[in-house]
């Protein structure tokens, strides 16, 4: 049996659970991060995708995996509705866990889960990768430093064709809660939205969403996402007084479009475009891994690090509570109205008194506080 006090230089012993298309990528950073050392993976499927090097560290079940050896944090990449089981199981074992977007695909399995890890006394973080693309952690620190003077508008873009392994969650809760994180990430918090979805491949989960709504700080913003589109984009822009930022966050570039100074003299084109064409630049960025910088934010927070880079679980269960919302806006055609926590308000709506948003509490907190740093064992 292996324990971390056999692992070199006591780093911590790191698992994977689910080998899938997100998991192998997990699996190949714990192998070479350097930041834990490698304490196997769990796949009843076993390796399809050839990215553990030993074989002899895949196990079929989470049990065989703690029989073996029991790793100090896990990251649980299994499909959305296993979640919740697989996040269990390790944290009643004392495994600290990383679960992959979205926490759960209901805010109440998500909030069973987080009162589970709360309860259990370990770490827990979510998988908003994101969060860890270096075009949107400068752009973040660009738009905070004031570069944009105020901010009008965030819009983010999510576009491609459907991968067909995904069969329990539609688009809202699968790749638009990336979203829902963002723009409040961005802009603050998510104050109203208004959602209008699309089932063109005969599922029974949406594929295609639009959400217009307006964030704390009073800018609007806007989330198109869809698995309908013949090519990939990935895009987030943040548009303010002095210009924009645009973010790709496929190739991690960043370039903001700065509002021209110099003033045209054809009045009529100056009032249709309100503002004028200015300098373009793209910024050098140093392209770090997101998997990577978010594997050592969760190190850090288990290490006790103070505001370490990791998504915590209330943020989480935020993101849950607002993907329910948009799918309740698309359902019912109303606007939903959100508390500053984030959670959706039980009587909300647009005045019509039928309560678009319905979520009993809305508040994410847990009723249990979160463990030391390290945690117990
Ligand atoms: N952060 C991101 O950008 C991102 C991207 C893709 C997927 N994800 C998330 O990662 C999770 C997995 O998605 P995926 O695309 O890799 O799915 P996938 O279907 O490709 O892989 C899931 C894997 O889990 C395995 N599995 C099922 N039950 C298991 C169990 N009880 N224990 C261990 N393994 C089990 C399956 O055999 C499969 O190999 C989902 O929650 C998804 O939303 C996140």
């Not at 759960?104 to 890890?117: K, W």
């Not at 190739?251 to 009529?268: I, P, Q």
């Not at 910088?293 to 269960?317: C, K, M, N, S, Y």
């Not at 647009?350 to 740093?373: E, K, L």
């Amino acid at each position: 049996m292996s324990t971390t006090a056999d692992s070199p230089a006591g780093l911590l012993r790191g698992a994977v659970v689910g080998l899938g298309m997100m998991g192998r990528h997990h699996a190949r950073v714990l192998q070479t991060s350097g930041v834990v050392t490698f304490a196997g993976a769990v796949d009843p499927e076993g390796d399809r995708h050839g990215a553990v090097r030993d074989p002899d560290a895949v196990f079929p079940t989470i049990r065989t995996l703690l029989e073996h050896g029991r790793p100090d944090l896990a990251i649980v990449a299994v499909p959305t509705e296993d979640h919740l089981a697989a996040a269990v199981e390790l944290a009643e074992a004392g495994v600290h866990v990383l679960i992959e977007k979205p926490l759960a695909e209901s805010p109440e399995r998500a909030r069973a889960l987080v009162d589970a890890i709360r309860t259990a006394g370990v770490h827990g973080a979510v998988g908003l990768v994101e969060r860890c693309n270096p075009a949107l952690i400068e752009l973040r620190r660009r738009v905070q430093a004031g570069q944009l003077g105020q901010v009008f508008h965030v819009a983010t873009e999510r576009l491609g064709p459907f991968p067909a392994r995904i069969r329990d969650v539609g688009v809202v809760k699968d790749l638009a809660t990336h979203d829902l994180d963002l723009v409040g990430w961005l802009g603050g918090g998510v104050t109203t939205l208004s959602a209008q979805t699309q089932h063109r491949m005969n599922r029974p989960h949406e594929d295609l969403v639009n959400v217009v709504g307006r964030l704390e700080g009073g800018a609007t913003f806007t989330t198109m996402v869809d698995w309908l589109s013949p090519t990939k984009v990935r895009q987030t822009r943040v548009l303010g007084e002095r210009g924009m930022l645009v973010a790709d966050t496929l190739t991690a570039d960043l370039t903001f479009y700065a509002n021209g100074e110099v003033t045209s003299d054809w009045d009529s084109m100056r009032s249709l475009r309100g503002v004028s064409e200015g300098d373009v630049t793209r910024y050098a960025l140093s392209r770090r891994e997101p998997l990577l910088a978010e594997l050592e934010g969760f190190v850090a927070l288990i290490g006790g690090e103070a505001d370490p880079q990791a998504v915590t679980l209330e943020e989480g269960l935020a993101v849950v509570d607002l993907a329910e919302a948009v799918l309740r806006s698309a359902q019912s055609q109303e606007t939903v109205h959100v508390l500053p926590s984030r959670g959706t308000r039980p009587d909300a709506g647009t005045g019509h008194g039928s309560g678009a948003a319905g979520n009993a509490g809305g508040n994410p907190a847990p009723s249990v506080p979160a463990p030391a740093a390290g945690g117990p064992r």
